[in-house]
């Protein structure tokens, strides 16, 4: 059992998570879990005792150099929301992670399919198979919404809008959003409810895509299908899910979406997510900004 100063501020912080910022639980739990580090390191007896010294000390021990980014930016996130916690509820009347310089984590560029590999890879789905048109329309909505995965195997019939041409996302923090579909998707969709998903009832029978077994299709199944697909047709990139949607926001930008749609498109709360997508081809923007600058008309 920790200090109870400690111990009280964790429980409120948590709840803080959970009801007001509206995070998931394993994201709350991974915050409270790097907290507990912070606690159990045993710089203070209690959270608003500590200082940058503190907190410098804490992430040098930590050894942020030999972990993942993801791992590095959650617990960095972690300390900072934590702090700004405090602050707000007029426990501290300082914020330490203010004054520590936190380590430069440069942003990994995600790999993406072209434009042609991804045409490739929904050209080859053989949809004289069973599952072949369930296969195509997941493909067809990952690379036409930019959808994170679990927001693919949780989407439901009735949050299709196909006649106007938008589904209904249920994204980070259940928090929805309105996301356009392209016509290629909406037509994959109904073939594939046509031919493959009718005659389903059971409890998951509002759930769009589904399991042979009439079951809700897990995140496995769908990096699975994903993976042989790419092999299937050739493709020897490292392939997952979320390649179809770096590729999808990456190829708007590149052909001069605004960034600020591309951001509501992914659900992104801060835009600077969404900046990472701005690596396009530099060849591609000098000939836009050529064509398009007054003195070069």
């Known amino acids: 059992m920790g200090h109870p100063e400690w111990e009280e501020a964790i429980s409120d912080f948590s709840s803080y998570l959970g009801l007001e910022r509206g995070l998931s639980t394993n994201t709350v739990s991974s915050y409270v879990s790097d907290i507990r580090k912070l606690a159990s390191a045993g710089k203070r007896h209690s959270p608003v005792d500590i200082d940058s010294a503190d907190l410098s000390s804490f992430i040098s021990e930590e050894g942020l150099n030999g972990v993942s980014r993801r791992t590095q930016a959650r617990l960095l996130s972690s300390l900072r929301s934590f702090f700004r916690f405090l602050e707000i509820e007029y426990r501290t009347g300082k914020n330490p992670a203010e004054a520590v310089d936190f380590p430069k984590m440069s942003r990994r560029v995600p790999a993406v399919l072209s434009v042609e590999e991804i045409e490739k890879v929904l050209a080859g789905v053989d949809l004289s198979r069973p599952e072949g048109h369930r296969n195509r329309a997941i493909l067809e909505t990952l690379y036409s919404c930019g959808l994170r995965v679990s927001e693919l195997t949780g989407l439901r019939i009735s949050d299709l809008f196909l006649d106007e041409g938008f589904i209904r996302v249920v994204g980070k923090g259940d928090k929805q959003r309105l996301v ?51 092999e299937a047709s050739g493709i020897t990139k490292e392939v997952s899910p979320h390649t179809f949607r770096h590729s999808f926001a990456t190829h708007l930008i590149e052909n001069g979406a605004d960034l600020r749609a591309v951001q509501e498109m992914l659900g992104h709360e801060n835009i600077a997510t969404t900046e990472i997508y701005t690596h396009v081809d530099s060849r591609k923007w000098q000939d836009r900004i050529l064509k398009f600058h007054p003195r070069n008309t």
């Open 180 to 230: 356009p579909i392209g016509e290629p998707a909406i037509k994959a969709i109904r073939l594939y409810m046509e031919q493959s998903r009718r005659g389903y009832t059971s409890a998951t029978e509002d759930i769009l895509f589904l399991n042979r077994r009439g079951g809700r299709l897990s995140r496995q199944m769908v990096f699975l299908i994903i993976k042989n697909q790419c």
